[in-house]
């Protein structure tokens, strides 16, 4: 697995380095064998420091995780378990799909936008936009999926949702996290299959 580590406006320093290349191979080992590659910054955030890891495990299967705490060892500690307990979640569906699954997935060209998050001030008499502003576009793909498999790789890269082309119809599907803390489904076509499962 090649490792990627460094600051973000911050020197991790040789020792921190060290212990990140000795102790996150590990984490992963102990339940993926053939990780592609990981990267872990450090960043500081007032008297916070911030530890993200975003780990490759497969095509187009991406584990990510954080931790804040007042340490930079501590906050690697607590992301890396973040880490470890997802792995280990998924540890059997990860392998039985690494192992099922084609290598070339179907998936649909998309665009992905970053829209500005700036909200106007009506009071300001500043011109109300009809269109959000637009700052950065990128390339995506929507992969065909069990609604299953949705919900593992939303988990897997801590995202808060996830739009899929569902395996069973066809359709464009949507996970997501609900503030009650459970997971939603829309499915514009309201059709599932028997045998379709939102876990």
């Not at 804040?68 to 059997?92: C, I, N, P, V």
């Not at 593992?152 to 069973?168: G, Q, S, V």
């Not at 066809?170 to 997501?176: E, H, K, P």
């Amino acid at each position: 697995m090649q490792l990627s580590v460094k600051g973000k406006q911050l020197d991790v320093g040789d020792a921190w380095r060290r212990h990140v290349e000795e102790n996150l191979p590990a984490v992963v080992a102990k339940y993926f064998d053939n990780a592609q590659d990981a990267q872990v910054v450090l960043s500081r955030q007032g008297s916070t420091f911030r530890v993200d890891i975003t780990v490759h495990v497969g095509k187009r299967i991406i584990i990510q995780s954080h931790g804040a705490t007042g340490d930079a060892y501590s906050a690697f500690e607590e992301a890396g378990d973040h880490l470890g307990k997802r792995l280990r979640r998924y540890k059997r569906r990860l392998r039985d799909h690494h192992r099922e699954r084609p290598e070339e997935v179907e998936a649909s060209p998309a665009q992905q936008y970053v829209l500005a998050g700036e909200a106007i001030d009506i009071d300001s008499g500043a011109d109300e936009r009809d269109e959000p502003v637009v700052i950065a576009e990128m390339e995506t793909a929507i992969e065909s999926l069990s609604v299953g498999e949705a919900v593992m790789r939303m988990d897997l890269a801590n995202l808060p949702a996830l739009m899929f082309r569902n395996r069973a119809h066809g359709g464009l599907n949507m996970v997501y996290h609900r503030g009650d803390g459970h997971i939603g489904w829309v499915d514009p076509r309201g059709n599932r299959s028997d045998g379709e499962e939102a876990g």
